[in-house]
């Protein structure tokens, strides 16, 4: 028997889905809403269902992105996207691994939900800019202009460009970063973190001492994660994962899962953590995500 073209192709629809979103919940649910549309179909009439797939998914992550903007307008403090567990191999394709790190996923929340779709589709998947056209409503033409303004909107807000940083100085920054938050080193988080880092926070007004607002400077963030740490009066505990492509930092109280730490790193050292703390966020961190393209 033939597989489904819907099984086949589930990790490059939910990929998709989950970068238009920044959302594995709300990516879920894309992924059963286009199930019943797929079901719906003829199948016998479509010639190519990969990229039939991905018009519905997009198009239903389109609708879903406008129905959740003023949700995430309201957001208490710093919104950040919901972390997913994800295989080392992934950091292989490195432009893969780029396009579903926090960082990548955080700057794109700040397009709108067209540009979003166009930057997505022909950056991280290569969709040609005539099925694009079909995926989003618009002429081929448009979304030619539609995707040159939002690479230099993407360009102009990510973190700071340095030299290439390979997966291995990464990984050294991360275990450094590990290594002095479990022993409450002091000296050794100083060391690490640069001296402009600045730390973003998402705890969605559901977590106390989760900053709302992003903290700048190595000594104030390093203060901060020691002093907040010591007052916790638990046992905590920082472990390597392989989060959104790349090595992130699982924080555990008491043995249960707390928080996601994400990294930006030149260096080695570390420039930028965006810690996801709002439990909303966390249900998905137990089995690895299947994403391709």
């Not at 991905?54 to 307008?73: K, M």
């Not at 040609?128 to 995707?147: F, L, N, T």
């Not at 790349?246 to 555990?252: N, Q, S, T």
């Amino acid at each position: 028997m033939t597989p489904d073209p819907f099984v086949t192709h589930r990790g490059l629809l939910f990929t998709v889905a989950y970068e238009l979103l920044g959302s594995a919940v709300d990516a879920e649910d894309v992924l059963q809403e286009s199930w019943l549309r797929w079901a719906a179909v003829d199948q016998t009439q479509v010639r190519e269902p990969r990229p039939y797939l991905v018009r519905i998914v997009t198009r239903q992550a389109l609708n879903h992105l406008r129905s959740v903007a003023r949700r995430r307008e309201e957001y208490v403090g710093e919104w950040l996207p919901e972390p997913v567990l994800t295989s080392p191999d992934v950091a292989d394709d490195v432009e893969l691994a780029d396009s579903l790190s926090i960082a990548m996923l955080t700057v794109l929340e700040t397009l709108g939900p067209t540009e979003r779709a166009v930057f997505v589709l022909r950056e991280v998947f290569d969709v040609s800019y005539d099925e694009i056209a079909d995926a989003v409503g618009k002429s081929p033409d448009a979304v030619r202009q539609i995707a040159h303004r939002a690479r230099s909107h993407v360009a102009a807000r990510r973190p700071r460009a340095g030299a290439v940083v390979t997966r291995s100085e990464h990984a050294r920054a991360v275990d450094r970063l590990v290594r002095a938050v479990n022993t409450g080193d002091l000296q050794g988080l100083m060391d690490v973190l640069a001296p402009d880092v600045v730390s973003v926070a998402d705890g969605g007004g559901k977590v106390r001492g989760a900053a709302r607002r992003p903290i700048v400077g190595a000594d104030r963030i390093a203060r901060y994660l020691v002093n907040g740490l010591a007052k916790l009066g638990r046992t905590y505990h920082a472990s390597v994962a392989w989060v959104n492509g790349g090595p992130g930092i699982r924080m555990e109280v008491d043995g249960e899962l707390v928080g996601v730490v994400s990294v930006d790193v030149e260096g080695e050292r570390i420039t930028r953590i965006y810690s996801i703390a709002n439990p909303e966020k966390l249900g998905r961190l137990d089995e690895e995500a299947v994403v391709s393209r």
